[in-house]
């Protein structure tokens, strides 16, 4: 009776009125507070973190050792695969009888160059963040350390399987002494203190950022343009020619901008800091959202994501 004389309506009311508060209290980031401001520069993860991070990604490298025999002295590079244990050593499951562990048993001073990875041809190696980590080799010797690295190897890498077993194959690790970071062609590059490089921790899209960068440029190549015309033009000039993303990390991304004669690099930030591959995604999309009712005239915040240039070409500062 009561539902045919119309209260149903204060029914229907109450409950529209409850989900609506329990939408505006509900937040996906419960606890993680916004980490930007109007105005202030995007927030940028530490050169030891972003060293940690490009050697935790990559998983392999080039190995150069000191030359034996008739090379005695030259620098010999090689390809090798890698995993890094707690403290940020390079690991690797070498072959006692390759040229570069006869080198190195008889100097053990090395050095190994990493560097994250791209599959789509128009992001040329010279532009992908790198490190080189310089050292000393020591073969690993205790037990519960070869049957950690047997165990974290083998999910890196699977073919290990066929020879992590083989007597001709034994597990060593680079103990750092120097760390030299590069964030790209004409971008960031410098020292790292060894101890913070070794207390630093991967960014937690270490492992995915390779991935989602490739996935960001071939899905939102068209909207990449929105967020030059809404947030960095700017600050720089000349017509745009190209925008790329080159690094995602849980704060932001990093975009190389070639407009006019010059390529530059930025840094756009997020406005929340991502604690899953699922928040860097949602902050990416908003991003690309943002940018596009910024461009067509119908954004209505009153506060742009940060931005901040991280390189000017080098022909430009000439």
């Given at each position: 009776d009561?539902?045919?004389?119309?209260?149903?309506?204060?029914?229907?009311c109450?409950?529209?009125?409850?989900?609506?508060?329990?939408?505006?209290?509900?937040?996906?980031?419960?606890?993680?507070?916004?980490?930007?401001?109007?105005?202030?520069?995007?927030?940028?993860?530490?050169?030891?973190?972003?060293?940690?991070?490009?050697?935790?990604a990559?998983?392999?490298g080039?190995?150069?050792?000191?030359?034996?025999?008739?090379?005695?002295?030259?620098?010999?590079?090689?390809?090798?695969?890698?995993?890094?244990?707690?403290?940020?050593?390079?690991?690797?499951?070498?072959?006692?009888?390759?040229?570069?562990t006869?080198?190195?048993?008889?100097?053990?001073?090395?050095?190994?160059?990493?560097?994250?990875?791209?599959?789509?041809?128009?992001?040329?190696?010279?532009?992908?963040?790198?490190?080189?980590?310089?050292?000393?080799i020591?073969?690993?010797?205790?037990?519960?350390?070869?049957?950690?690295?047997?165990?974290?190897?083998?999910?890196?890498?699977?073919?290990?399987?066929?020879?992590?077993?083989?007597?001709?194959?034994?597990?060593?690790?680079?103990?750092?002494?120097?760390?030299?970071?590069?964030?790209?062609?004409?971008?960031?590059?410098?020292w790292?203190?060894?101890?913070?490089?070794?207390?630093?921790?991967?960014?937690?899209?270490?492992?995915?950022?390779?991935?989602?960068?490739?996935?960001?440029?071939?899905?939102?190549?068209?909207?990449?343009?929105?967020?030059?015309?809404?947030?960095?033009?700017?600050?720089?000039d000349?017509?745009?020619?190209?925008?790329?993303?080159?690094?995602?990390?849980?704060?932001?991304?990093?975009?190389?901008?070639?407009?006019?004669?010059?390529?530059?690099?930025?840094?756009?930030?997020?406005?929340?800091?991502?604690?899953?591959?699922e928040?860097a995604?949602?902050?990416?999309t908003?991003?690309?959202?943002?940018?596009?009712?910024?461009?067509?005239?119908?954004?209505?915040?009153?506060?742009?994501?940060?931005?901040?240039?991280?390189?000017?070409?080098?022909?430009?500062?000439?």
């Amino acid at each position: 009776d009561a539902w045919r004389r119309g209260e149903w309506r204060v029914y229907v009311c109450v409950c529209v009125c409850v989900c609506v508060c329990r939408v505006r209290v509900w937040h996906p980031q419960v606890g993680v507070a916004p980490i930007t401001h109007p105005n202030d520069k995007p927030p940028n993860p530490d050169p030891q973190e972003r060293a940690r991070s490009v050697t935790q990604a990559a998983k392999s490298g080039t190995l150069c050792t000191i030359s034996q025999g008739e090379l005695e002295g030259m620098p010999f590079g090689s390809y090798v695969d890698y995993v890094l244990d707690n403290d940020g050593h390079p690991v690797l499951l070498l072959n006692e009888q390759s040229m570069h562990t006869r080198n190195m048993l008889a100097d053990g001073r090395v050095s190994m160059l990493v560097q994250l990875k791209s599959t789509r041809r128009e992001i040329p190696a010279a532009a992908q963040p790198r490190c080189t980590v310089a050292g000393r080799i020591a073969k690993v010797d205790d037990k519960e350390e070869i049957l950690q690295n047997r165990v974290t190897y083998s999910l890196a890498h699977s073919y290990a399987e066929q020879v992590i077993e083989s007597p001709s194959f034994s597990f060593y690790k680079i103990i750092p002494e120097r760390v030299y970071y590069v964030g790209g062609f004409g971008v960031l590059s410098e020292w790292v203190d060894v101890q913070d490089y070794q207390q630093a921790q991967p960014d937690i899209l270490a492992d995915k950022t390779a991935d989602l960068v490739d996935k960001v440029n071939e899905v939102n190549g068209e909207e990449l343009p929105n967020l030059y015309t809404s947030y960095l033009a700017e600050e720089g000039d000349g017509e745009l020619q190209s925008i790329r993303v080159t690094t995602v990390d849980r704060l932001g991304m990093d975009l190389r901008v070639k407009h006019g004669d010059y390529t530059d690099e930025y840094r756009l930030g997020f406005r929340m800091a991502a604690t899953t591959l699922e928040d860097a995604q949602s902050e990416i999309t908003k991003l690309f959202q943002e940018a596009w009712e910024v461009a067509n005239g119908y954004y209505e915040g009153d506060t742009s994501p940060p931005v901040e240039v991280l390189a000017k070409d080098a022909l430009r500062r000439s």
